[in-house]
Structures are given as C-alpha cells and as structure tokens.
C-alpha cells in the first residue's frame, strides 16, 4: 500500500517537475529571473495536502476530509477550511461540512464567510430553528452598510424549506435586534412578512406589512409586500396603500397597484391611478399600455387610441422582446378599435407593423375578425386553420380561438371536432373545459354540459364562472329555477362586482317574473360594463315593462357596441324588433 501511495504521489509531482523545466527552458538565458512569492508551507504539510487530495481523486474522500481539516486548523487558513468544506459536500456529507464550517468560525472568529456556510448547511440538514440562531449571528457581524441588503435577501435563503411556518418563526426570532435598529426596521419587517405570506400565515404578513411601512413610509419594499397582499380582500392593506399613492412612488408601483386594483374589478379607482401614473411619469411607456387597455374597455376610444398610440411611438423602435411583446399588445388594440369604428383599412395598417416575432396564432385571429366584418367568413376560417403555431401553447390556443369562432358562428359541430385535437393533453385546463361546455350548451347537450361545469367547480371551487354559466344556462332555458338562483348566488358571494354575474342574476330575476328587480339589476351591470349581451337582456326586460323608448335607445346602443352578438339579434328577431 505504502509502496503504491508512493508511485501515485510521484506520479501527481512528475507533471509540476516537467511544467517547471518547460518554462525554464522556454524563456531566454538573458532574461532576468523572476521574483518569486514563495508559501510559508513546508514540505511536511505540502505531502499532507497533497496525500489529501490524492485521497479524494481516488474515491476516499473522508480519508482527504481528515487531512485537509486538519492542514486548515494548523495554518488557520480559510482556503484550506473553504476546501474541506467542499469535499464534504461533494461527498454529500452534510454533519462533516457543518463540522469543518464551524471549526473555520472558531479558528478565524472574525471570518464572515464560514457563516454562509453555516447557514446553508442547516437549512439543507433541514435543521431550520439552528439556521436562525446562525442567520442572526451572520446578520450581527456584517457591516452596517451591508445588512439591508442581506436582510431583504433572506426569503430566497430558505425558500426550498418545506415548513414555512417554521421558517417565517425562526427568522422573525432571528431578526429581533434588527427590528430594534430605526435604519433595518422597515427591511424586516418587509421580510418577515414575506416569510409569513409564504407560509399562508396572511394575518401576520399584514401586519408585518403595515409595521414596514409605518417604520418608513418612503420605502419601497413594504409597499410591493403589500401589493403582493391586495389578491386578499383586507382593508388595511388597500388603505395602506391608497395612502402610499397620495405620494410620489415608483412608476413601477402605481403600476402594480393599478393592475392589483383591476383585478379586484374596481376598474374606475384603477383609471384614476394610471392617469395619475402618466401625469407623474409620462416617459413611461408600460402605463400608456394599461392605461390605454383600460380606456378602450370602458369604451373610451378616443383618450384609448391616444394612450396606444403614446405607448407605439415610445417602443416602435426597440429591440427588447418585453417591449416588442408590449408593442404587439399596444398595435392589436388600436387595430381592434379601428375594427369597431368600421375602419377596416386603419385596422389593417395597424396590425401590418406588428413586430414578426409576435404570436403568429394571435395575429391570424386579428386578421380573421377583419376578414368576417367584411363578410369574408369562410377565408377567416381558412386564415385561422392555416396559422402555423411555434410551441405546444400555440397549438392549445389554436384549438380553443378556432373552436371559438366556430361556435359565435353557428358551427357547433366542427367546433366540437377542433377541441378533440387538445381534449386528450387537456383534461384538466380550466380554458378547454369552459370552452367544451359552451360547445356542448350550443349542441343542447345539457347534461354532458353540466357534468363539464361540475367538474370545474371541483377543479377550481373559489372560481365564480362555472357557478355562473350554469346558473344562467338553467335560468335562459327557465328550468331548475332554485337551483340556478344558488348557483349564481355562490357566484355573487366569489366576485360580487362582476357585470357578467350580475346580468345573469338580472336575467334569473326576469325568469322568475321579478320584472322590477331584474331592471334594476340589469341597469347597474349595463352601466357598470356597456355590452351588447347585457344589453340584449335589459333591452328586453324594459320592453316586457312597457319602456319601449328605453328599449330600443339601449338595444341601439348594443348593436354600436357588436353588430353580431348572437344573443342580441336572437333577441331582436324574436320579438320582431327593428331599432
């Protein structure tokens, strides 16, 4: 063995003898010799290190573990430790490399890195209420101006533990001085509140919100934590944060508040922070979008096409695909609007400057809608079958927007064969269900049609729209009147500002002979969201009531809004209507 150990520690120096009399023999005999830097390590400790190594290469690496830890606790040196370190982590011994970092700390105290270390291994132990007493000792020894920073960091740290709830504990525990210092106060209580978001803990992430944001009502990161917890419903955080914006805040910000604010369907506090967003900030382009957006779905064309045109004369020329993205969205909208006011060759021009990296599926279905408006509907079919989708996703949207079309154009039947396409890798997206059961209810078939509605409560319970279609479709057809009424009941209760719930609440009143109530209803929804359907639905119960004026001003309105709805010309042929 001994003998062996020693042909292989010839056989390591051999190479560093011949590099050493290659560049010696390479360089000039008049050139000056080089100065030399030579290691305060002798030749005992230069074996041992490399007897060490020799060890790990040929598969005992506890055996090199040993030797370099020992080499590292004689000469303090944190390369050395850094290195035994390693090999115990290679080898996949975590008590080993925990061993060796705690051993660098105690021989070099002032070190900050083996902390790191530390802390790493704790949590990869899974040994999280350790990695907080080491996480608060690592945060201690950092220099002031560098704490901020680590404290904002430490969500990512212990992202991959698996009980949150014991980590969000031992880091609030490890973050008690920190919480004490005026200048790290709002930074964490900004992570403890993330921490405890992560874990579902949402009481206590909004109130760790609120604490950052009172310990420094400038900072940033407490207004993004609560953003993060507006999805909630809490009053304190939308307080908190309709305060924040009486302020100057980031671009970005305002922003994310808007959408936050949209998503919660308060479509007009939104508006208002996305004008005051391009007031403060007009050089950003991503407000002109959503603002834009926002505007055309209010039916604001004017002050709509403005902000779109803002926002393509701002990215037009960049070459950052988010931009691009933007652009498209921006170009699609405008040829969209074009498209409503009759302006068909405006809308053309629009979508010819749509950048050739956008989503070519997205791009025939512009170009379909602008082919049926002429009333060239079987070329928007064949422009639809004919896009060529460049990922699995394409070829999903595909499917669903041909299906779709198919479907608002009285072809039931072939939009139940494009589904089959994706139904099979599809079973459970949400998307393809809802769009079979429109498919089946255009089929009356009812109860495969109901079954598919079932299953997407089961899939996704807290989801209004299933409630809702099923509601509603019992109350057109005016059957299982109770029934329908607890279904679009349990569809209020999830999104209780949502104009299309609320027309099927007003159309159920309708059905069951509440003409009154249902006008009433149905007026509130008409103005909270001017739609053609909706507008089908008030125009006829106001006609039921005798208010034919009223009638025919708002099915006039309807047919300016969408010529073609299908609800809304069913409703006026029915009833012999030419408004």
């Known amino acids: 063995m001994i003998l062996r150990m020693k042909f292989r520690l010839r056989l390591a120096w051999w190479p560093l003898c011949m590099l050493s009399f ?30 060490g190594e020799l060890n790990v290469r040929e598969g005992s690496p506890g055996a090199g573990f040993s030797l370099l830890l020992d080499a590292a606790r004689k000469t303090r040196n944190s390369v050395l430790f850094q290195r035994a370190v390693e090999i115990a ?11 060796a970092a705690q051993s660098w700390k105690r021989e070099i105290p002032d070190a900050s890195e083996p902390n790191r270390y530390i802390l790493q291994i704790l949590l990869a132990v899974n040994r999280i209420e350790d990695a907080g007493q080491a996480l608060s000792v690592s945060i201690d020894e950092l220099p002031e101006s560098e704490k901020r920073e680590a404290i904002a960091s430490i969500p990512r740290v212990f992202a991959r533990v698996n009980d949150k709830a014991l980590a969000a504990n031992a880091v609030e525990k490890a973050l008690s001085s ?43 990161g407490p207004l993004i934590l609560a953003l993060s917890l507006l999805p909630t419903g809490s ?13 100057p805040v980031a671009a970005e910000i305002r922003l994310g ?47 709509a096409r403005l902000s779109l045109m803002r926002h393509v004369e701002m990215t037009r020329h960049s070459q ?12 699609m909208a405008l040829s969209q609007m074009a498209q409503q006011q009759g302006q068909l060759d405006q809308a053309s021009q629009w979508l010819d400057q749509i950048p050739i990296s956008a989503d070519p599926v997205r791009l025939a279905i512009r170009r379909a809608e602008l082919l049926e408006q002429q009333g060239r509907t079987d070329e928007a079919v064949v422009v639809l079958s004919q896009a060529q989708p460049a990922s699995p996703e394409q070829v999903r949207r595909k499917a669903l927007t041909l299906s779709r079309w198919l479907r608002e154009h009285q072809k039931a039947l072939q939009a139940h064969s494009s589904l089959q396409e994706i139904l099979a890798q599809s079973a459970d997206d949400h998307e393809v269900l809802t769009e ?22 089961q899939l996704r319970p807290d989801d209004p729209h299933a409630y809702n279609a099923l509601g509603y479709s019992l109350a057109d057809r005016g059957v299982r009147l109770e029934e329908a009424r607890t279904l679009i009941l349990r569809a209020v209760e999830l999104a209780p500002q949502d104009p299309f719930i609320q027309d099927s609440l007003g159309w159920l009143e309708f059905r069951a002979g509440k003409l009154e109530e249902a006008a009433n209803i149905l007026d509130a929804a008409y103005k909270a969201r001017p739609d053609a359907e909706i507008a089908a639905h008030l125009g006829e119960v106001l006609w039921t009531l005798g208010r034919q004026t009223d009638a025919l001003r708002v099915w006039r309105e309807g047919l300016l809004l969408k010529a073609d709805n299908e609800t809304l010309t069913e409703t006026l042929a029915r009833l012999g209507v030419k408004p």
């Open 436 to 457: 079979q059961s429109l498919v089946l209810e255009k089929l009356k078939r009812y109860e495969e049609m109901e079954s598919v509605l079932r299953k997407l409560m």
């Open 178 to 220: 920190s919480l004490k210092n005026k200048a790290l106060q709002a930074t964490a209580w900004t992570t403890i509140g993330r921490m405890r978001r992560d874990a579902q803990q949402l009481p206590a992430a909004i109130d760790a919100a609120q604490n950052a944001h009172a310990s420094d009502p400038k900072a940033q």
């Open 320 to 331: 950052d695909p988010e931009q691009q993205a933007s652009l498209t969205e921006a170009l």
């Open 22 to 51: 290659s560049l010696q023999a390479a360089e000039p005999a008049s050139a000056p010799a080089p100065s030399v830097n030579n290691s305060n390590m002798d030749g005992r400790l230069f074996y041992q290190l490399l007897l």
């Open 235 to 247: 009053a304190d955080i939308k307080a908190m944060l309709d305060e924040a914006m009486k302020g």
């Open 89 to 99: 982590l290679q080898s996949r011994s975590g008590e080993a490399a925990l061993q």
């Open 257 to 303: 508040y808007a959408r936050g604010l949209l998503a919660l369907q308060a479509p007009g506090d939104a508006l208002r922070q996305l004008q005051q967003l391009s007031q403060q900030h007009p050089d950003f382009a991503p407000g002109w979008l959503v603002l834009g957006l926002v505007q055309m779905d209010n039916g604001e064309l004017g002050p």
